[in-house]
């Protein structure tokens, strides 16, 4: 998860207002955004989750499975803090497909707003939940993207294990 929202994003606290702050290409990460999204109308484009909240893991997804249906689903392992090679592929490649995608993280996937972000197009939203407050809506722009990679550029590499 981000330590703060970045300058110029939204904060809801209240699901039903969503619909009416984005359009257009969403992505969502997290668990209760998805769903808070998809009861309230909203299908993103890209899904992705770890089938936990708050570091909680469910036994199952298939709740949320049943609720994207007709969604492509990827699987994916990123551990917690750290963004693997994998994971932000999957994102880049799911965000260029024309089919809606759910990744389902095996580990956590609140780092995966970051390449969300960066891969979303112009004009697109990236929605993840700030815990215990509201869900932060980010417009793409090219000053987010700059931003983004800016933060990326912060991050240590590491070995091919994680």
Same mark, same amino acid.
């Given at each position: 998860m981000l330590a703060q929202p970045p300058p110029g994003s939204t904060l809801s606290a209240r699901p039903w207002r969503i619909p009416r702050l984005i359009h257009g290409f &969403? &992505?969502? &990460?997290?668990?209760?955004? *998805? *769903?808070?999204?998809?009861?309230?109308?909203?299908?993103?484009?890209?899904?992705?989750?770890d089938c936990g909240t708050m570091r909680v893991v469910r036994r199952s997804c298939e709740d949320l499975l049943k609720l994207m249906k007709g969604y492509e689903v990827v699987r994916v392992t990123n551990p917690r803090s750290i963004l693997a090679l994998e994971a932000i592929t999957a994102v880049k490649k799911s965000i260029s497909s024309s089919r809606r995608t759910l990744i389902v993280v095996d580990g956590e996937e609140d780092l995966l707003a970051l390449p969300a972000m960066l891969y979303?197009?112009?004009?697109?939203?990236? &929605?993840?939940?700030?815990?215990g407050r509201a869900a932060v809506i980010v417009g793409v722009t090219w000053w987010l993207k700059r931003l983004v990679v800016g933060i990326l550029r912060e991050f240590l590499p590491c070995g091919p294990k994680g």
């Open positions: &969403v &992505v969502s &990460v997290g668990d209760v955004v *998805t *769903t808070d999204l998809v009861a309230n109308g909203v299908r993103p484009q890209l899904a992705i989750v979303a197009p112009l004009g697109g939203f990236v &929605v993840y939940g700030y815990p």
